[in-house]
């Protein structure tokens, strides 16, 4: 079948046409999303207790590696925040649940969720859209910033717990249903991962995706024929604010815990190297990073002999994947025109046919 293309960009005449070409299928790719999700699907079936419960834990911080790919992957913006935006809701959540007895998860699911979108939107109003067109490095030091400050704060706040964290937070409930640790919360987990991954699926293919990948790869050309660049990219980090916080509301009741390290820069720079290990700029990609290096610093730090120095190991391997695959693990299979798309030049003198 022929290649869909679409023409946001206007040619100058004598020159080649800069045109977005999308496949209209794409099969590796879509094939390694079912497989995915399939594998999900099954797996409390055939594994212990201990791995349902840590896969649950996978699939919460793979939400957030999701929320990080819309920004990077898709918009350009290097997030060093998004722990800023998952560890707020957390804490949210658990004083709610601390102070009121409040663990119903219909209400406190939304709120998380809704607290991630506005400090995200915040923070867009502070590092997007200012007067100039912040450059990729202010944006990430400035959430890099964001998420040190708010886990300094959080260690010295005695009414949060300080550096002991809060606890104390009740068991989530959805009506009169509870969910403990085990199937009931990683089938929650997963139906919440999958709704999330299809609306973004269906925002990153939408009009509005198209707009995304001509702003990643021509930002100053799709600002000179009027797109309001910025703003487009406050709705992202916004909406990539609101996965992560109802990743992190979430990850409270999972717990029954939040601490300092869940908004810091340490978990901050993990999600990014989720993406980056599995593949930025395809979804599913931040997903099996997020597995990959969970599944192996487990497997690394019960290993006796490298005990104290795996996460050297570790480090090191996800560098060489990073510098010799810089398409990430999903790279070797899906290749870039099924990815995301890619900008290309047509031949022909005059403006595109």
Not at 261 to 279: E, F
Not at 297 to 315: E, K, M, N, T, Y
Request: proline share 4%.
């Amino acid at each position: 079948m022929a290649d869909v293309v679409h023409k946001p960009v206007v040619s100058k005449a004598g020159e080649g046409a800069l045109a977005f070409s999308r496949p209209s299928r794409l099969p590796r790719l879509l094939m390694v999303e079912i497989a995915v999700f399939l594998a999900l699907a099954v797996m409390p079936l055939f594994l212990e207790f201990f791995w349902v419960v840590f896969l649950t834990k996978v699939m919460i911080l793979g939400m957030v590696a999701l929320s990080f790919d819309l920004n990077w992957g898709y918009s350009g913006i290097m997030s060093f925040g998004q722990a800023l935006f998952f560890g707020t809701s957390a804490y949210v959540v658990g004083l709610l649940g601390r102070d009121m007895d409040l663990a119903q998860g219909l209400i406190t699911l939304p709120l998380g969720a809704l607290v991630g979108m506005t400090l995200a939107l915040l923070m867009a109003m502070f590092l997007l859209l200012g007067k100039r067109a912040p450059t990729v490095i202010f944006v990430s030091l400035g959430t890099l910033t964001g998420s040190y400050a708010a886990e300094r704060l959080a260690a010295a706040w005695y009414y949060i717990g300080g550096a002991n964290g809060l606890s104390g937070i009740p068991v989530l409930s959805l009506g009169p249903v509870e969910f403990f640790e085990g199937p009931e919360f990683y089938y929650l987990a997963f139906s919440l991962l999958a709704v999330v991954y299809l609306g973004c699926r269906f925002f990153v293919r939408s009009q509005f995706g198209l707009v995304l990948a001509g702003m990643r790869e021509q930002e100053r050309r799709l600002a000179f024929f009027g797109y309001r660049v910025q703003l487009f990219k406050a709705i992202v980090f916004s909406l990539s604010g609101l996965i992560a916080g109802l990743a992190g509301a979430l990850y409270a009741y999972h717990e029954g815990f939040a601490g300092p390290r869940i908004l810091g820069i340490n978990l901050s720079t993990m999600i990014v190297l989720y993406a980056l290990l599995g593949g930025s700029g395809t979804l599913i990609g931040a997903i099996i990073g997020c597995a990959m290096i969970e599944v192996g610093s487990l497997f690394l730090a019960d290993q006796p002999v490298i005990r104290d120095f795996w996460p050297v190991i570790l480090g090191v391997l996800m560098l060489l994947v990073i510098l010799l695959k810089p398409t990430g693990i999903l790279g070797l299979f899906v290749p870039d025109r099924e990815r995301i798309g890619s900008f290309r030049r047509e031949s022909g003198t005059g403006g595109a046919p």
